[in-house]
């Protein structure tokens, strides 16, 4: 299994707090995403980032942000949670996206009341 | 854009049944194609990839061809399995792009 991990795994926040995500990977791949994951979506793209200090938006940006100032870890901040931000929360890495497979992380379940 | 759209579960199937899960694309460029599955509470893994039109990729006896005429990538299995219940995901990445798009998943139960 690739090295990727999550933290926490499991977040209950109120809403109008802020929560940042953790994603920490030992393969030293270069691309990192942020996906969230809700019934009748499928998995949907937050950010991204191609390498250090690179990153661009996905389809759904909107209310997040993210920062990578190491290869192995990318953040995703939620600056003033909202209840439409309830989700599961993925992490996925890669090499090179054309030809490489995409490594997923084991998810974040976050709920904001 | 590119998007992915796959047919619509959840699918129950009898074990030893034939599996086929439809996805269609859109593209710009030459798109890699991909399934993934997805086992409850964990995160998705990659089951099988094409990367050229007439590329056929294939793993645990799943089988998907890429066929550009078509823009389709259709998943199947001769016989399945109670341990193939899961959510398959089709996807895609362009090669003038970045990013993965994901179909929204179709949810597979497989009965005894």
């Known amino acids: 299994d690739a090295g990727i991990t999550q933290s926490p795994r499991h977040k209950v926040t109120e809403t109008g707090t802020p929560v940042t995500l953790r994603c920490h990977q030992t393969e030293n791949h270069r691309y990192m995403y942020w996906y969230r994951q809700d019934p009748g979506h499928g998995l949907r793209l937050i950010h991204y980032s191609y390498g250090v200090k690179d990153t661009d938006k996905g389809e759904v940006s909107d209310g997040y942000s993210v920062s990578r100032s190491k290869t192995e870890d990318f953040l995703l901040t939620l600056e003033s949670a909202t209840s439409s931000q309830t989700s599961v929360y993925f992490c996925?890495?890669?090499?090179?996206?054309?030809?490489?497979?995409?490594?997923f992380g084991p998810g974040t379940r976050l709920t904001v009341l | 854009g590119d998007s992915v759209t796959q047919m619509e579960g959840p699918v129950t199937l009898s074990e030893e049944a034939f599996l086929t899960i439809n996805c269609t694309y859109t593209a710009t460029g030459y798109p890699s194609l991909f399934w993934y599955v997805q086992y409850p509470g964990e995160g998705l893994q990659l089951l099988l990839k094409a990367t050229k039109a007439d590329d056929k990729g294939s793993n645990k006896g799943f089988e998907a061809t890429y066929r550009k005429e078509t823009t389709s990538f259709h998943l199947e299995k001769g016989s399945v399995q109670v341990s193939d219940s899961a959510v398959y995901f089709c996807a895609l990445i362009s090669n003038t792009g970045n990013q993965f798009y994901f179909g929204t998943g179709t949810s597979l139960t497989v009965i005894p």
């Open positions: 996925a890495i890669s090499e090179n996206p054309e030809t490489d497979t995409q490594y």
